[in-house]
């Protein structure tokens, strides 16, 4: 069953600007979330997880429980930053993790 | 580098054939996955392993079947009973301390033909 929902198959933002990518999540417990990112070429990878609460390539990603969201950001996009984003969640361990369809972000010039 | 391998990276099958994708790691994790992923459908599961000797069904599971008789190795079968098998197969591993970070192969690209 899908319990990651990502709205936005493409999003479009000039260089720069500020990036949002959004993600919403229906379980009712605690769950783990994770954002992983495909660039051009590579294999996917992990980019953050909100346990860590850390910036990654000065990505930020805040669990809001009450929103049950997890929205990756960015103040200001830079064109290495154009890739596929993946949001994730996991149950605990020994869960697999259940992927969002995906975003595309394109950053141009 | 060493990590994860996926072979063959194509591979084109005609209807009614079983075809089997490997995948190998030398990372020592014990989790191990099979996702598919389709343009516009994100990564689904298809099977996964905690264990040796051990795996469950993921939520796309009918139509594979998968083994996992060393801890090494982690092969999919794509069977004639999947109605739609042309996609593109990710295998990836996660570490014993259940972080959720997982690591992953290459693909493997499957087409029928």
């Known amino acids: 069953a899908q319990r990651v929902t990502q709205p936005e198959k493409l999003l479009s933002v000039f260089k720069g600007a500020p990036v949002e990518l959004k993600c919403n999540y229906s379980y009712s417990g605690s769950p783990e979330l994770f954002w992983y990112v495909q660039y051009s070429r590579q294999r996917l990878q992990l980019l953050l997880r909100?346990?860590s609460r850390e910036s990654i390539k000065g990505f930020t990603a805040d669990l809001n429980k009450g929103e049950t969201s997890f929205h990756l950001k960015k103040p200001f996009a830079q064109e290495e930053d154009s890739a596929m984003y993946y949001c994730?969640?996991?149950?605990?361990?020994?869960?697999?993790?259940?992927f969002g369809k995906g975003t595309s972000l394109l950053v141009t010039p | 580098d060493g990590g994860i391998t996926q072979s063959p990276k194509y591979l084109f099958r005609k209807e009614g054939q079983n075809v089997t994708l490997s995948c190998e790691q030398n990372l020592n994790h014990d989790a191990m996955y099979w996702y598919r992923q389709d343009p516009g459908q994100g990564l689904r599961l298809i099977y996964y392993s905690q264990i040796v000797n051990d795996f469950q069904k993921g939520d796309i599971a009918e139509g594979y079947s998968v083994s996992r008789e060393k801890k090494e190795s982690f092969p999919l079968t794509v069977t004639s009973a999947q109605k739609n098998p042309t996609a593109f197969y990710l295998c990836?591993?996660?570490?014993?301390?259940?972080?959720?970070?997982?690591?992953f192969g290459e693909g493997s690209r499957l087409t029928v033909l």
């Open positions: 990836a591993t996660e570490g014993r301390e259940n972080t959720g970070e997982l690591f």
């Open positions: 994730a969640l996991s149950l605990g361990a020994g869960y697999a993790l259940n």
């Open positions: 909100h346990i």
